[in-house]
């Protein structure tokens, strides 16, 4: 079974600033995939970002960009020039490609982006 | 654009009532999902589904049933809710035919068991 861990329960960035959400997972696969997903006040989950364990690129996706360190078991998230709009809680996920399209997540963390 | 829909956002329930959770999709996915969402643990699968009438349990999936008889409305049943299912409820659909397919999720429901 695999397991995600979000060690960071809170945080908080000045608007504009940068910041890092970290993420660690644990899994002997070697085919998978890992996500990390926004949940703002409104509720509605969104996909941010997402990489595939066989590219050893780091996934960006404007603001978003991660730091995949598959030696480690390591998948960072990095919000550049943080918005108000980026206040949410963000979730780690863990796909194993070899056992259907079910996903496991972290705990979670809150992000707080302050004007 | 797919949408997840959840029938209530917010629900209060008795201890011993049973309770449905209704949700529908609009894109003619193959694979619903239903997670539970508590600080702290994220979000824990309770039960999937990859095709109607088709059930498969997740993580969690004691003091919980599903129902899927057509393929765009899954539903999760409490059969005798209790205070310990208080909690938010996400719905969430995937297409079968991508691989990996990103998960839509609905708006959640918060239940509360008094």
């Known amino acids: 079974a695999q397991t995600v861990t979000q060690s960071q329960p809170e945080m908080s960035v000045q608007e504009a600033e940068t910041v890092t959400l970290s993420c660690t997972y644990d899994?002997?696969?070697?085919?998978?995939?890992l996500f990390w997903y926004k949940q703002p006040p409104s509720r509605q989950m969104i996909l941010v970002i997402r990489q595939e364990a066989y590219k050893q690129q780091n996934a960006t996706e404007n603001r978003f960009s991660v730091n995949f360190q598959k030696a480690a078991k390591s998948f960072s998230l990095k919000i550049s020039d943080s918005q108000l709009g980026d206040t949410a809680m963000y979730f780690c996920?863990?796909?194993?490609?070899?056992?259907?399209?079910?996903?496991?997540f972290g705990g979670g963390t809150r992000l707080m982006v302050k004007p | 654009d797919v949408k997840v829909t959840q029938s209530s956002r917010y629900l209060v329930k008795r201890t011993g009532e049973k309770v449905f959770l209704e949700c529908v999709q609009d894109?003619?996915?193959?694979?619903m999902f239903w997670y539970r969402q508590d600080p702290g643990l994220g979000l824990r699968l309770i039960y999937f589904?990859?095709?109607?009438?088709?059930?498969e349990k997740g993580d969690i999936p004691e003091g919980y049933s599903v129902s899927r008889e057509k393929k765009e409305r899954f539903s999760l049943i409490l059969e005798s809710a209790s205070t310990n299912q208080t909690s938010m409820y996400l719905c969430a659909s995937s297409s079968g035919r991508d691989r990996p397919s990103p998960l839509h999720f609905g708006n959640g429901t918060r239940l509360t068991v008094t």
């Open positions: 894109m003619d996915h193959e694979n």
């Open positions: 996920a863990f796909l194993n490609n070899n056992a259907g399209n079910m996903l496991t």
């Open positions: 589904s990859y095709d109607v009438k088709m059930k």
């Open positions: 899994t002997s696969e070697s085919n998978y995939y």
